[in-house]
């Protein structure tokens, strides 16, 4: 979802969302957004829900791929609903990636057992950078 900032139109609002399920491995990882040529994204909050069996412990990271940069949220356990447990983390976050880079979230998780759920929003914006490749710190 985008959304222009009329105070500021250098900034163009957006929400990315990432999920990915994997019945008997573990990790998965979700797709990646790849920054659009003379942007920078900037990432400003982050939220994740995963669902795993009971029992099970999950690590879940955002991830540069082409930078090898990961940034970790602290997961939560909700609970347990019947036979899974439930995590969620929400974190405010500063994260800069380039134009033609690309993010995507990855979860691990302590057993090969049942399924693992995974689904990540990112909140942030998108800067123009402008001709020359520079962009500005905001």
Known sequence: VRVRDV???AR?????????????????????????????LVVEQAFAH??????????????????????YLDMQRQ????TLDVFTAARAARMYVNAGDTILAHA??????GNL???VRLAGYLLDCGPGGGCPVP
Request: contains cysteine.
């Open 12 to 40: 163009e609002g957006i929400t990315l969302e990432f999920s990915c399920n994997d019945p008997g491995g573990a990790d998965c990882a979700t797709s990646g957004y790849q920054v659009p040529s003379g942007k920078r």
């Open 50 to 71: 995963v669902v795993v069996p009971a029992g099970q412990s999950v690590l879940v990271s955002l991830r540069h791929p082409t930078i090898l940069d990961s940034h």
């Open 7 to 9: 105070e500021n139109p």
């Open 108 to 113: 691990s998780r302590s057993s090969f057992q």
């Open 79 to 82: 609970g347990t609903f019947g």
């Open 117 to 119: 759920f995974l689904e």
